[in-house]
């Protein structure tokens, strides 16, 4: 009888291991699936849940960053950004992001720094990092100039 007991413990135990991996993933592309469709309340609400279920999960805190780039919360968004870093420090389009948020709080030395890690990982946005390094220098001080 306890052998059976045991059994049936063991197995709900990696039903659950299952599903709640399972549901992370299911949490996550039904946010992608929301946020592609402009949703961003509910997409919102979908990668919260898939960030409980997987606190490691970089995309979902990539992906909140977005929507709070849309509202327009720069403080959450740069969080988001570097939490996502934080989890993948190689992920091109969070530093990409954090590199435009810097860029326009004038923190040029963090631009510089961002952009030479940016050049090391950088596989299909590259582009992007000549874009941002020309806006620096368009904007940033001269030393001659007073």
Same mark, same amino acid.
């Given at each position: 009888?306890?052998?059976?007991?045991?059994?049936?413990?063991?197995?709900?135990?990696?039903?659950?291991?299952?599903?709640?991996?399972?549901?992370?993933?299911?949490?996550?592309? !039904?946010?992608?699936?929301?946020?592609?469709?402009?949703?961003? *309340? *509910?997409?919102?609400?979908?990668?919260?849940?898939?960030? =409980?279920?997987?606190?490691?999960?970089? %995309?979902?805190?990539?992906?909140?960053? !977005?929507?709070? %780039?849309?509202?327009? *919360?720069?403080?959450?968004?740069?969080?988001?950004?570097?939490?996502?870093?934080?989890?993948?420090?190689?992920?091109?389009?969070?530093?990409?992001?954090?590199?435009?948020?810097?860029?326009?709080?004038?923190?040029?030395?963090?631009? !510089?720094?961002?952009?030479?890690?940016?050049?090391? =990982?950088?596989?299909?946005?590259?582009?992007?990092?000549?874009?941002?390094?020309?806006?620096?220098?368009?904007?940033?001080?001269?030393?001659?100039?007073?």
């Amino acid at each position: 009888m306890f052998k059976i007991l045991r059994a049936i413990a063991i197995f709900y135990f990696f039903l659950n291991v299952f599903n709640m991996s399972m549901s992370n993933e299911n949490f996550f592309k !039904k946010g992608l699936e929301l946020y592609n469709d402009k949703n961003f *309340d *509910d997409a919102q609400f979908m990668f919260e849940r898939s960030i =409980v279920f997987n606190p490691k999960d970089f %995309n979902s805190y990539l992906y909140l960053a !977005k929507i709070y %780039n849309y509202k327009e *919360d720069k403080q959450k968004e740069e969080k988001n950004l570097k939490t996502s870093l934080l989890i993948e420090p190689n992920n091109e389009e969070a530093i990409l992001m954090l590199m435009k948020i810097s860029l326009e709080k004038s923190n040029y030395s963090k631009v !510089k720094k961002l952009s030479k890690t940016f050049s090391e =990982v950088c596989k299909k946005l590259c582009d992007k990092n000549k874009e941002i390094l020309e806006n620096l220098n368009n904007i940033e001080p001269k030393k001659n100039e007073s």
